[in-house]
């Protein structure tokens, strides 16, 4: 089983530059999350999606955009890369309400230089 | 605001004795707790979980309790294996708010 699959796994960019972290659940699952993790913290909540056409802002959402066209995939969207953006991404989804254990891709270690 | 705090950064332990973890929140609405596992280099996955309603959950060597006056959890590892060397985060959900809130880990070292 494929479960919750992210890529690319490693990327550099450019500040000001742009790119879409790849995201996609083949569970099913209704409820989509972006995490964002940086040394020594823990786990930050981005976005999150509790269906196709339905996002909303999680704690530390600037900088960043979602859409969720299909179940299936939820990209995140860098538009203008900074530094302060240097972190591990996570993806991960549920079955249904938060009162369920989240499934978690490999994550996607990004670095802006 | 830290509503999930996890005071130790590392904790290490001798194999076969007990690992115990700690978890602190600050919201009286988290009415759901899980504990997760992180091996470097991948995602986080799932270890135990506890409803607002128990004091206590049980899957073979790992025990979490939950002391809700307290607002205080722990994740009890026993016997310890090097295996279970891992970063354990603890988080915290709401009915109806949809998020999971992390703490920021505990990185665990069991020594052979």
């Known amino acids: 089983n494929a479960g919750v699959t992210q890529t690319p796994k490693f990327r550099i960019l450019k500040i000001g530059q742009s790119m879409t972290l790849q995201c996609t659940q083949d569970?099913?699952?209704?409820?989509m999350y972006w995490y964002r993790q940086d040394p020594g913290m823990g786990l930050k909540l981005i976005y999150y999606?509790?269906?196709?056409?339905?996002?909303d802002k999680g704690e530390v959402p600037n900088g960043y955009n979602v859409s969720r066209s299909t179940t299936e995939d939820f990209p995140l969207r860098l538009e203008l890369a900074a530094p302060s953006q240097t972190s591990v991404y996570f993806c991960?989804?549920?079955?249904?309400?938060?009162?369920?254990?989240?499934?978690f891709g490999q994550g996607t270690r990004l670095t802006v230089v | 605001d830290q509503q999930v705090k996890q005071n130790s950064p590392s904790l290490s332990v001798q194999e076969g004795r007990i690992s115990i973890l700690n978890c602190d929140y600050t919201?009286?609405?988290?009415?759901?707790f899980l504990w997760y596992k992180k091996y470097p280099a991948e995602g986080p996955t799932f270890l135990i979980s506890?409803?607002?309603?128990?004091d206590k959950n049980e899957d073979g060597r790992f025990t979490v309790f939950l002391n809700k006056s307290a607002k205080h959890l722990s994740l009890h590892i026993v016997p310890s294996q090097p295996g279970d060397s891992a970063v354990y985060f603890c988080?915290?959900?709401?009915?109806?708010?949809?998020?999971?809130?992390f703490g920021t880990g505990t990185r665990l070292k069991v020594l052979a």
């Open positions: 919201n009286s609405m988290f009415d759901y």
């Open positions: 999606s509790v269906g196709a056409g339905i996002t």
């Open positions: 991960a989804s549920t079955i249904g309400w938060a009162n369920t254990e989240a499934f």
């Open positions: 569970m099913n699952h209704n409820y």
């Open positions: 506890i409803s607002s309603i128990k």
């Open positions: 988080a915290a959900s709401a009915s109806g708010t949809y998020k999971y809130i």
